[in-house]
């Protein structure tokens, strides 16, 4: 019975709940003991917690849109683009020749050649 009670007390300290059942005995907050320091207590001095810091600013004391255009064009720009070159440059170029050369090959195999109607009147 005795752990039963301690299970009550304290891995259940839940005064809002209005009847606990637990290992097969029905006890309901009234008749649980709880030791006058926790009944004196308040919600907000139940007690301190140490080593948990937060930090915020006002929202009038922050500035919105603080560096987005240097975050979001101009970073995005030289981490991809300035600082990548080596890996699109390349293959950029040998693709644009590929294209030329690929236009020049059709360009000159759908040509007529002249001398077929040289005697055409």
Not at 1 to 10: I, K, S
Request: charged content about 20%; glycine content about 6%; aromatic content about 20%.
């Amino acid at each position: 019975m005795a752990r039963v009670d301690y299970f009550l007390r304290v891995a259940c300290p839940y005064s809002g709940i209005r009847a606990i059942f637990c290992f097969g005995v029905f006890k309901t907050p009234e008749t649980m003991r709880t030791s006058v320091v926790a009944l004196g207590k308040h919600f907000g001095n139940l007690g301190k917690m140490y080593g948990e810091y937060r930090f915020a600013l006002a929202p009038n004391e922050q500035k919105a849109m603080k560096g987005f255009v240097n975050q979001a064009f101009v970073g995005v720009f030289r981490t991809y683009v300035w600082n990548q070159w080596w890996y699109y440059i390349p293959s950029a170029a040998a693709c644009y020749m590929v294209y030329d050369w690929a236009k020049k090959a059709n360009a000159a195999s759908n040509r007529k050649n002249p001398a077929d109607y040289a005697n055409d009147q």
